[in-house]
């Protein structure tokens, strides 16, 4: 079974700290995502990547990176957390573009920012 | 701009039943759709994947309908069971190195 763990299942940060969340997948999938989910807006792709130190922004990159130093983990940063980015994140994965496949997410970490 | 439309308003159906669910699309082409399940608090499960030249796809009591004339996908499970009782996420995949795009999902509870 493919897995997709998140480090954390709940996060609670303060305005403006770097905040750090980190994505691992063990099925040597190429791609990697990354969206937030909020009630009533559904999953938004935040930015994603097809290979290693590869990204592509998504919808809404503005005030996130990312990190994709090893093929299994991608890594989401806010670099000055803000209270509009309390959300649900969750992190998917897929084998390569090019076919129709679907995608494994993870468990999601419900971040609050006060 | 693209827009995806799934019902959102919770969706109640009684245990036995088919439950139908709705994904309407406009101004997209895409040549697959998937739908998920998700449960309060964790991450979407894949259920089903339809390429635009199918026109059904089916799993146990899952099937799947694509109308890319209507611009429409239908979602059924038969003989609906309460532990169907989750959200139900279509996504639309133009393909290649294209992203997807998920809806906001319907709620379905299935009543005992």
């Known amino acids: 079974d493919v897995k997709v763990t998140q480090s954390s299942r709940y996060l609670v940060k303060r305005t403006g700290e770097k905040v750090f969340l980190e994505c691992v997948q063990d099925m040597d999938h190429e791609n990697m995502f990354w969206y937030r989910q909020d009630p009533g807006l559904g999953l938004r792709l935040i930015y994603f990547?097809?290979?290693?130190?590869?990204?592509e922004k998504g919808d809404i990159p503005e005030g996130y990176s990312v990190s994709r130093e090893k093929k299994e983990r991608f890594s989401l940063i806010l670099e000055s957390a803000s209270t509009n980015q309390t959300s649900m994140y969750l992190c998917?994965?897929?084998?390569?573009?090019?076919?129709?496949?679907?995608?494994?997410f993870g468990p999601g970490t419900r971040l609050t920012v006060t | 701009s693209q827009k995806i439309e799934q019902n959102s308003e919770a969706l109640n159906i009684q245990e036995g039943k088919t439950a139908t669910l709705t994904c309407n699309y406009t101004?997209?082409?895409?040549?697959?759709l998937q739908w998920y399940r998700q449960d309060p608090g964790r991450g979407p499960v894949f259920l089903l994947l339809i390429r635009e030249n199918e026109k059904e796809k089916r799993k146990e009591r899952l099937k799947v309908t694509f109308d890319t004339t209507l611009k429409q996908s239908l979602f059924h499970i038969t003989a609906s069971q309460p532990a169907d009782s989750a959200t139900y996420l279509c996504?639309?995949?133009?393909?290649?190195?294209?992203?997807?795009?998920f809806g906001i999902g319907t709620k379905l509870q299935v009543i005992p």
């Open positions: 996504a639309l995949d133009p393909g290649g190195y294209q992203k997807v795009t």
């Open positions: 998917a994965s897929s084998p390569s573009f090019g076919r129709a496949y679907e995608q494994y």
């Open positions: 990547s097809y290979d290693v130190k590869m990204k």
């Open positions: 101004n997209y082409s895409p040549a697959y």
